[in-house]
């Protein structure tokens, strides 16, 4: 894809979720990083970009959320975002995980297969 096919991308997206101006500059950030733009890259490698998206309730937060995911989706990198919300509910709200669930899972992928058996085990027997 071409810069300007990104850029036409950008602003497609961000007019169809109605960003403003905030959620805009973050929508821009984020979407420059995955297109190589960024302040993160150290020759040809690039870092990964965490971001955190606060704010009090009511302030369109799931808005912009939706508005990268639509974007990874149409550049077809839908397996390089992990969203993330504290709560059940804001998770299941912008189809992505708890903090918690999320790092429990990436601890329980490092564990060996044996350590993980008793794990799961030992979860099964708390919950009888």
Do not use: W
């Amino acid at each position: 894809m071409s810069a300007i096919s990104f850029r036409k991308h950008q602003q497609q997206i961000s007019k169809q979720f109605t960003l403003n101006e905030a959620q805009t500059r973050a929508f821009m950030v984020i979407t420059n990083h995955i297109n190589g733009g960024n302040h993160l890259k150290k020759g040809n490698e690039q870092d990964q970009l965490l971001m955190c998206v606060a704010g009090p309730g009511g302030t369109r937060k799931s808005q912009l959320i939706y508005a990268i995911t639509e974007y990874f989706s149409i550049t077809k990198r839908s397996h390089e975002l992990r969203k993330l919300a504290p709560t059940p509910n804001a998770a299941a709200q912008i189809d992505g995980l708890t903090i918690q669930s999320f790092t429990s899972y990436r601890n329980l992928r490092k564990v060996s297969a044996a350590q993980r058996t008793t794990i799961e085990n030992a979860g099964e027997i708390s919950d009888i």
